[in-house]
Structure formats: C-alpha cells, structure tokens
C-alpha cells in the first residue's frame, strides 16, 4: 500500500497544476502569446492523460477495498463471488495502471509530437547503396501512407542505375519524430544486386536521419540576409516544368553558438512547381537545419541512449540489416529478427517500432527509478 500511497501523492501534487493550466489555456492574454499558449495546451494534454489514468487508479483501489471488505464480511455466497470477481480484475488491472503512471511521469523527449525532416543518402556500395536508399524511400513512403501521414520530397539526387544518392523529405502528421526516430542510423543489405552476373551477395549500405521539424519560433533568421536564387526544375512534371524557375535555392550565413564558426547553408528546393511554396519549404528546411545544429548536444544525448543517432553510411555502424536470401531483418538494438522482408519492404514496419519503443520504455523506467 506503501507504493500506492507514494504514486497517489505524486498524482496529487499535480492535480492544481492541472487546474491551473485547464484556466490558463482558455486566457486571451495567454492565447494571444503563441509560443506560450503552444507550450501550455501540450501540458494541458499530459497532464490530461495522467488525471484520466489517476481517476482509473483510484476506482479501482476503491473498489478492491470494497471486495476485501465484503470477503471478508458479508455471508451471502452469491456476493462473495461477485466481490471475489471484482477483486481479481482490479488486482489484474492495478499493476498495469501503475506502469502506465510510472511512465506518464517521466519526462518524455519534447521533440516526439513534432514533424520530421526525412533523409535517406546511400553510402558504401555505389549503385547498388543508391538502389537500396531507394528501396528505403519506398518502404516508409509506404507507412507513411499507412498512418495517414504526408510526406513530400524536398530534394532528390538519383543514382545512376536507379534509386537515389540522396532524397530529403517532409512528413507531417500526429506524433511523426517521436516513431520515425527509431529508424535513424545506418542499414544495411545483404543481397545479389541487379547489376551482379556471378550471382554473388554483396553488401551494401544506406544511412538514415531523422530530424525534428523545427517551428518557427524555434530560431532565429534574419530573413533579410537570405541570398534567393531561381533556377528551371528538371524532372516530371509535363511542360511548365522546365519553362518556369519555380526551383530556389537559399544561401545564408550563420553563426553557430556552440563553436563560433559562421558557415554558409546552402538548400535547393524544388518541391512544387509553384516558387512561393518553394521558397516556404526550402526555409523549413533552413529552419530545421539550424535548430539542429544548436541542439546538438541534446540530440547527441539521445543518441547515445538510442544508439540510432549515426549517419555516416559506414557499415561498422548498424542498426538494421535487411538479408534477401534469407528473407530476414535484424535490428541490431535489441536483437530482433523478423522472416518478413517482403511485407517490411512494403511498409509494414510497426512492429519493430513497437518493440523499440518498449525497449525504451524499459529503459526509462529503469533510469527514472519510480
């Protein structure tokens, strides 16, 4: 009961800042400060989810007290059974809360509910990586579809025998860094490449990283230092592709707090064939970039934890190896292996972020001491 008492008074402690904040979020003054107001309906939706798991918590010690004490007073068989019924699914349900609690409680990554930035570039092998990035592009092209998220190419450079060297994409969505993050390291493959006459196995790799998106208030631009260049798309598109400069490309200079060293950003966007939309997306992605750079040591931080966080294209840093012959993946982390290659190529990849996720899950209980 110690323990009870213990999570009860944590939960206690947070039922006025709930108040609070529930009063706060519905202030003109408070919403017309959007960077406040945003930080504070956030709150309002943790703290939300922890009253609604300390309601369930309550009732349910409430009403194990109650089948205890009809067990052990009442003398009617049928209502001792019932009692005795009511108390097996609280004592069933009553750890399962707690845990629930538990990790409620632990501060969770600020970055999760946040949009990405998706880049997938091939690395060692040549064709056959660029092939394979392609195949990756694919494949969460695919569970992007899946959770009904968007996701858009903000740059590509094709490889010479198909695929991409590199492609840069959006994804917008519900909770879109906070399940994508997992997928951020180097995979590699094991396979005979389309290329290959002697039918031997090669291996190749493709590095992927995966950035919160950053809002524009997260750093600071003086947009008026941005140098604009247009140039003509070139691609798919029918024929106002090529006739109107719809691609921009941004250069800007910008000083880097962490080391002092001012380098020029150069982005190339070429999304849309309309130039006013391009331009939009290319300073996300200018955004996104810098917000990047100043949070490096936290990101690098969580990729110490993760171990997920490498993007070098090396194969001696991987996180994921997708076997053809064997029709096999393993995810290195946590030494899981699946026989479904074809269905993960084709997007079905919940699963493995699922047990990353409790993984983690575990982890953080294990760190947080509760």
Known sequence: MADHNTLLEKLDNLVARFEEVSTLITDPSVIADQKRYVKLTKEYKELGDLMNARKEYVQCLATLDEAKQILMTETDTEMKEMAREEALICEKRIPEIEEQIKLLLIPADPQDDRNAILEIRGGTGGDEAAIFAGDLFRMYSKYCESKGWKLEVSSANEGAAGGFKEIICSVTGDKVYGTLK????VHRVQRVPATET???????????????????????????????????????????????ESGVRLRYNWKNPNTGVVEEILIECTETRDQPRNKERALSRLRTFIYDKEHQKYIDDIASKRKTMVSTGDRSAKIRTYNYPQGRITDHR???TIYNLAAFMDGDIQDCIDHLIVAENAERLKESEL
Do not use: C, M
């Open 198 to 244: 002697q039918g031997r196995v090669h291996t190749s790799a493709a590095s992927v990283a995966v950035l919160p998106e950053a809002e524009p208030f997260d750093v600071e631009i003086n947009e008026g230092e941005i140098k604009w260049d247009t140039f003509r798309s070139s691609g798919a598109g029918g024929q106002n592709v090529n006739k109107v």
């Open 182 to 185: 997992y997928e951020s390291g």
């Open 334 to 336: 946590i030494n899981y």
